[in-house]
């Protein structure tokens, strides 16, 4: 192998959110391919690290909580590691951390290390006010002219970044989102798919207890649309864990939704499910759809980001309905339980999301972006010297 890079990777913390979940797949993928791969924390309080990728963990020993003020300690430990230690890349996992990069460049300037941006979320914000959207096309599109590459995790999506961030087609990259490892594939494709009950149908969902995913709107929805053996499991954790359980109260549905907790691994949920769904205002591509297919479940999902329609084909694997929209929603509860749907074709979709070729993808980008610093550098220098001589030379 030639070229092994130093890969920093900032993670606000090491709790299992999808951003972090695929940072760190990534981030284990290039250890295990020769590469120094240190993952800069900003809290990891309550966490077992154990439990995470054997890498090189680094972060500020302190006894005060830094949850409320999780960005600027993040700058404050990244810019610490960068002046101490250096890196030759430094890898953004998700749009959270667009600030703590530009921070850097801000700080360290031309000693900034090329930095990628991992687009991981939807650009387009209708759920925002006008106003808030006015400011936030202003910041992308300084993003357009901070980083040094902008992944997106499709190509409607990496048009979406150009138009939004005004960036060039040459810093713009399309990787796909590296969900699944290639033995987790293999174990999720093994699943045999058998006709769910006439009576009942097992609804699944996974994700964050965040408003982003509008879990309320998914159980109005449910309540209008399932029959009494319906079941609906969610799984995650989040802050809005209190609201739902107070709604599934409100609407009656006690002992026919379930909420799970946070989990390591949603597999044994897949396999036992009828049906996936996801209720999402917006997302970047969700991990937990891809997941979905690669177990040969049909989906009914909103049609959240712009990369879904690369998912989900209309009619074969699901079905998509407008975000928001519960009437729509709960008519796809009861169309979603009559489509026998595509397993074979959904493991096709999902297979394309393998850690491993990402990982690939990624490090001749990163190798890249290094080789053009250090070709710029030596330029430079030569440069300085050359500019420094003849200056010398004119004032004998």
């Not at 993808?361 to 420094?388: I, P």
């Amino acid at each position: 192998m030639t070229d092994a890079l130093r890969i920093l990777v900032p993670l606000h913390s090491p709790d299992p959110g999808g951003v972090e979940r695929v940072a760190l797949g990534l981030a284990a993928e290039w250890d295990r391919s020769g590469h120094q791969v240190t993952v800069v924390l900003g809290r990891a309080s309550g966490c077992d690290l154990s439990r995470l990728p054997e890498l090189d963990y680094w972060q500020i020993p302190t006894r005060l909580p830094t949850a409320s003020w999780e960005t600027p300690w993040m700058i404050h430990s990244l810019y610490s590691y960068l002046v101490d230690q250096g890196a030759d890349v430094l890898f953004l996992p998700g749009n959270t951390y667009a600030v703590v990069g530009a921070a850097m460049r801000l700080l360290l300037g031309e000693h900034a290390p090329p930095m990628a941006l991992k687009v991981s979320n939807a650009l387009h914000r209708p759920d925002m006010s006008p106003w808030v959207r006015h400011g936030y096309g202003a910041w992308l599109r300084v993003q357009g002219s901070m980083f040094d590459r902008l992944i997106g995790l499709s190509e409607p999506m990496a048009r979406e970044i150009r138009e939004t961030t005004r960036a060039r087609a040459s810093q713009v990259e399309v990787i796909a989102n590296p969900i699944l490892s290639r033995a987790r594939l293999a174990r999720l494709t093994r699943f045999d798919r058998r006709p769910g009950s006439v009576w009942g149908t097992r609804y699944l969902t996974a994700g964050r207890l965040a408003p982003q995913k509008n879990h309320a709107m998914m159980l109005r929805a449910f309540a209008r649309a399932a029959r009494p053996a319906d079941t609906l499991t969610i799984a995650g954790e989040g802050p809005e864990r209190g609201v739902i359980e107070n709604l599934v109260r409100q609407l009656g549905l006690d002992g026919r939704v379930f909420l799970t907790g946070y989990l390591g691994t949603i597999d044994t949920l897949l396999a036992d499910a009828d049906v996936f769904v996801l209720s999402s205002d917006y997302e970047g591509l969700p991990g937990v759809v891809v997941e979905a297919l690669a177990a040969g479940l049909p989906v009914l999902s909103t049609n959240c980001c712009v990369s879904m329609e690369c998912l989900i084909e209309e009619g074969r694997t699901g079905l998509l309905v407008q975000p928001r929209d519960e009437g729509a929603f709960a008519a796809g509860l009861t169309r979603i339980r009559e489509l026998g749907g595509d397993p074979d074709r959904a493991r096709d979709i999902a297979a394309r999301y393998e850690v491993e070729s990402a990982a690939r993808r990624y490090l001749e980008m990163m190798t890249q972006l290094h080789r053009q610093r250090e070709h710029n550098r030596r330029r430079n220098l030569g440069l300085s010297a050359w500019t420094g001589h003849a200056s010398r030379q004119r004032t004998l």
